[in-house]
Structure formats: structure tokens, C-alpha cells
């Protein structure tokens, strides 16, 4: 049951990482319009700039969890790298639990009150011709860490299978038939 709970949510974050690849595109464009207008014809918008900056943390809260379903997040491995793959995934296991999980609570948790000023006074950009209701680009980074819970979630339950030794059965068992 906990395995295809697992299952479950990587297939999620697989449908939800190839849709913001299409928020990359979009930001590519923005960015590389904004460039043609502001050399070629000289020209500039405030709602541009403050929309890539805007796309761009978008993307980078939402594809979060999609970077550690395929564990391309940044690690310092000396050790690590070493180690046979059940130590990896009990040492992994364990720290998800000790740092990663009360540290994203940590972040919703101090975001929440953020985010919640901003939507109370409809907070906007406060420069002329800005992007209005910036509550709902502070209301991405509650989504992005919740997501990351979320493959978090599955990680543990991945990691936790792998150590016990109950993944190799589990693949095992599916060659067979």
C-alpha cells in the first residue's frame, strides 16, 4: 500500500515537472522578447522584468520536487558516494526525517503569516505598471514546499523499502512474471 501511495506521487510530480517545462518556454520567451525590445527598439516594462523574476521563482518552487524524484538536488557526497546503496537509503531515510522533513514545515509554517498580509491588503508591485497580487507568487513557495513534502513522502517510503531489503524482492519477484 505504501509503495504504490509511492508510486502514486512520483507519477504526480512526473505530469507536474513536464508542466513547468512548459512554464521554462514561457519564461525563455519572456526573457528573450524583453531582450529584443530593450536593445532593438529600446524599450521596457515593468511587468515584463518583474514577470521573469516572477516566472522564475515559479518554476524553481514548483520543479522541486520533480529534482529529487530523479535526485539531481545538489549533495555533498564524499562520503556518501561511497557507501553500498542499503546504508544510502537508511542514511537517507533517517535524515529526511532529522532535517528535510521539519525544515520545509519550518518554511511553511513562517511563510504562512507572509502570505497571508499579502493576500489580506491584495498586495501588488509597488512600482507603477507592475504585476498586481503578488500574494499569489507568495502563495507558490507554500505550494512548492508542500510539493516537496509531498515527494518527500515518497522518498521515505522508497528509501525505506530499499533498506529493509524489500525492493530487490519487490523487483525480483516482477522479472519473474
Known amino acids: ?5 509511492a508510486r502514486k506521487i512520483d507519477a504526480f510530480q512526473e505530469r507536474l515537472g513536464q508542466g513547468v517545462s512548459w512554464l ?8 528573450f522578447s ?8 529600446n524599450r521596457s516594462w515593468v511587468f515584463i522584468q518583474e514577470l521573469e523574476w516572477h516566472l522564475f521563482g515559479v518554476v524553481y518552487l514548483l520543479a522541486a520536487g520533480y529534482t529529487m524524484l530523479y535526485n539531481e538536488h545538489v549533495r555533498v557526497d564524499i562520503v556518501y558516494a561511497k557507501l553500498p546503496s542499503r546504508k544510502k537509503a537508511w542514511i537517507d531515510f533517517v535524515l529526511l526525517f532529522v532535517f528535510f522533513f521539519p525544515s520545509c514545515l519550518l ?18 508591485s509597488p512600482d ?6 503578488r ?5 507558490i513557495i507554500i505550494i512548492g514546499f508542500l510539493l516537496l513534502i509531498l515527494q ?10 530499499w533498506a529493509m531489503g524489500w525492493e530487490e524482492r519487490e523487483q525480483r519477484v516482477q522479472e519473474i512474471h
Open 1 to 5: 500500500m505504501l509503495r504504490e501511495l
Open 24 to 31: 521554462m518556454f514561457g519564461m525563455v520567451v519572456v526573457v
Open 34 to 41: 524583453d531582450v529584443i525590445f530593450r536593445y532593438l527598439f
Open 107 to 124: 518554511i511553511v509554517y513562517t511563510t504562512w503569516p507572509f502570505f497571508r498580509d499579502s493576500f489580506r491588503v491584495n498586495e501588488g
Open 128 to 133: 507603477p505598471g507592475g504585476i498586481p497580487a
Open 135 to 139: 500574494w499569489a507568487l507568495k502563495s
Open 152 to 161: 518527500g513522502i515518497s522518498q521515505a517510503i522508497k528509501n525505506f523499502y
